[in-house]
């Protein structure tokens, strides 16, 4: 029976250090594993702190609109109110110049669109009541004539420093001019190709040129 007593012994023992072996390695574990976390926790809240910062500043350099960030944050070449400017000289001066009657003479009616302009040699040639027969028929006829102008769309906008040539944009004008000679009335409209300059702070137009035909062609001014 000695020898049995003894066996239990020997077993109880080793169960009891296998035991100890076990805890211990369980606390090894758990002080690894909590270590772990913590650490994990550290490290992710640095990059979202990092990735809300860039948020923030991207907003604040974003485009015209406030949603640019980041890589989207460049502005447009020229500012939209810029554009906005651009656009009231174009249309000015092309329904200015589809506007007219029989009375008109050059020298009340050619100053004003010409301060629209960049006044150089071009423009002064383009910047011309109609003339030749087609003046004859008008003075004739009583005629009258009344442009209205509207952006369609912008063409090309540029800022051009290496060239120094300054802000440009060029842009699709919708002209509509109603004209009533003896008694009739009759509509035509054409798309012209507008550009303007910016010269000493100011927009001008530099030149236009039809831009397809419309609903009833062009017709023999020069230029158009």
């Keep these: 029976m000695e020898p049995d007593a003894a066996h239990k012994r020997t077993a109880i023992l080793a169960l ?10 369980l ?4 002080a690894f594993s909590g270590d772990d976390e913590e650490s994990g926790t550290a490290g992710s809240g640095t990059p979202a702190a990092g990735a809300s910062q860039g ?4 907003s604040g350099t974003g485009g015209a609109d406030g949603t640019g960030g980041g890589e989207q944050g460049v502005g447009p070449i020229i500012p939209l109110s810029e554009v906005a400017d651009a656009h009231k000289v174009m249309v000015a001066y092309l329904a200015g110049s589809a506007t007219y009657d029989h009375t008109s003479r050059a020298g009340s009616w050619v100053p004003p669109l010409l301060e629209l302009t960049t006044d150089d040699m071009t423009m002064r040639q383009e910047t011309a009541l109609p003339s030749g027969k087609e003046w004859a028929v008008c003075k004739a006829a009583k005629c009258s004539s009344k442009g209205r102008a509207t952006v369609e769309r912008d063409a090309l906008i540029s800022d051009d420093v290496t060239r120094d040539s300054g802000q440009t944009i060029s842009s699709v004008v919708k ?10 009335k009759s509509a035509e409209t054409n798309s012209w190709l507008v550009s303007a300059k910016r010269v000493g702070g100011e927009w001008r137009v530099s030149g236009f040129s039809l831009f397809g035909l419309g609903n009833a062609g062009a017709s023999d001014r020069t230029g158009e």
């Design 55 to 58: 948020a923030v500043g991207g």
């Design 16 to 25: 009891g250090v296998l035991g100890a072996l076990l805890i211990a390695v």
């Design 27 to 30: 606390v090894v574990f758990t």
């Design 175 to 184: 002209l509509t001019t109603t004209r009533t000679e003896g008694g009739s």
